[in-house]
C-alpha cells in the first residue's frame, strides 16, 4: 500500500526521514581510495532512518553534508604510515515519487550533485588540496512498496565519471570511471515506534582508462536500530563493507588490494510540522583494511518542495 501522508506520528517523521536515504558521493581521492587506492564511489553510512521506505508521492530535496578524517590507512606500504586525510562535502539530492504503479509498488527517481573538498596530507611526504564537482549520480527508475510495518525499495544507481579529475593528482573529487549500483532496502517499523532498517548494494565498477585501473566488485550494506518519539528518533547504525573481487589491470600496482571496513556510531533526527527533517549521524570505522580508517559526521535536511 502507499504510505499516506497524513498518519501517525511516528509514520510522518518516518516518512520525511526515509528522503535521509541516497548513495551520496564522498571521493577520497584515487591515491587514497581498495578499489582504487581505498574507497569505492558509495560513501559508506549514508543510510540513515527509514532506508527502506519511499516517501508519499511527491517531489523532494535533500542536502547531505559530511566531514571525514582519517589518519590512518590500513595497508603495511611505507607510503602509508603518516597519512592523514580531510573530506568535506555538499550533495544536493532532488528526488520525485510517482503516484504511478510499477508491479504494485510506486515508480520513483533521484539525481545528485555532490561538490567535495579533498585534503591529503602526508602520502609518501606529498601533499595536495582540491576541490570541484564530484560525479554525477542518478537513477531514473526506483521502486517502492509498503505492506503494514514492512516497507522496502529496489533500484539501480547509476554513477557516471563527470567529476574533476586528474591521474596525476592525489585528492581527487570524481574518481573517472562508471559504476553500476543495484540496491535492496528493507524497513521494519512496528506501531510503538521501534525500528530496524538495512540497506544492502552492489558496485559494479568500470575500467578508469586514464590509469589502466579497474577497481574490484563491493559489496556493502548500511544499517540502523532506531527508536521513534513522537518528533524525535534516535538510534544506532552504521556499515559493514567489504571488496569481492581483485583489483586489475596495468595500473594495479599493489595487486588485488582487496578492501573491507566496518563502522559504527549514533544517530538522531528532529522532523517539524512542515515536514522539514534535520538529522546527524556519527560513524567509528574500524577493522579496515586497504582503506582508510577514521570518523565520520553527517549533518543533513530534508523538505518536501
Do not use: C
Amino acid at each position: 500500500m502507499i504510505l499516506p501522508r497524513a498518519s501517525t506520528p511516528t509514520m510522518r517523521v518516518a516518512s520525511l526521514q526515509s528522503l535521509m536515504i541516497a548513495s551520496a558521493l564522498l571521493a577520497t581521492g584515487n591515491a587514497v581510495q581498495a578499489t582504487e587506492g581505498g574507497g569505492g564511489a558509495y560513501a559508506n553510512g549514508s543510510e540513515g532512518f527509514m532506508t527502506g521506505a519511499v516517501p508519499p508521492p511527491g517531489n523532494y530535496l535533500v542536502s547531505y553534508n559530511t566531514f571525514y578524517t582519517a589518519d590512518r590507512f590500513a595497508h603495511s606500504a611505507p607510503v602509508f604510515d603518516d597519512f592523514k586525510l580531510a573530506v568535506s562535502a555538499t550533495v544536493l539530492r532532488a528526488i520525485h515519487v510517482s503516484d504511478r504503479q510499477i508491479l504494485g509498488g510506486n515508480w520513483a527517481m533521484h539525481a545528485f550533485l555532490v561538490y567535495a573538498d579533498v585534503n591529503v596530507k602526508n602520502l609518501g611526504g606529498a601533499h595536495q588540496q582540491r576541490e570541484g564537482m564530484g560525479d554525477f549520480i542518478f537513477d531514473p527508475l526506483a521502486i517502492g512498496w509498503h505492506a503494514g510495518n514492512w516497507h522496502w525499495v529496489t533500484g539501480v544507481d547509476i554513477y557516471l565519471p563527470t567529476g574533476r579529475y586528474d591521474s596525476d593528482a592525489l585528492a581527487n573529487p570524481g574518481r573517472h570511471y562508471t559504476t553500476l549500483e543495484p540496491l535492496f532496502g528493507v524497513t521494519y517499523l512496528d506501531p510503538a515506534g521501534y525500528e530496524f532498517s538495512i540497506k544492502t548494494m552492489f558496485d559494479y565498477n568500470f575500467e578508469n582508462r586514464a590509469t589502466d585501473y579497474r577497481s574490484g566488485n563491493e559489496l556493502h550494506a548500511d544499517f540502523v536500530a532506531a527508536r521513534h518519539l513522537g518528533a524525535w528518533s534516535v538510534g544506532l547504525g552504521g556499515y559493514v563493507y567489504r571488496q569481492v573481487s581483485d583489483d586489475r589491470g596495468d595500473g594495479a600496482v599493489l595487486g588485488g588490494f582487496r578492501g573491507r571496513a566496518n563502522a559504527l556510531g549514533p544517530q538522531l533526527a528532529y522532523t517539524w510540522r512542515q515536514g522539514i527533517t534535520l538529522a546527524g549521524r556519527y560513524q567509528h570505522e574500524f577493522d579496515a583494511r586497504n582503506r582508510p580508517e577514521g570518523d565520520k559526521l553527517w549533518i543533513n535536511f530534508a523538505l518536501p518542495l
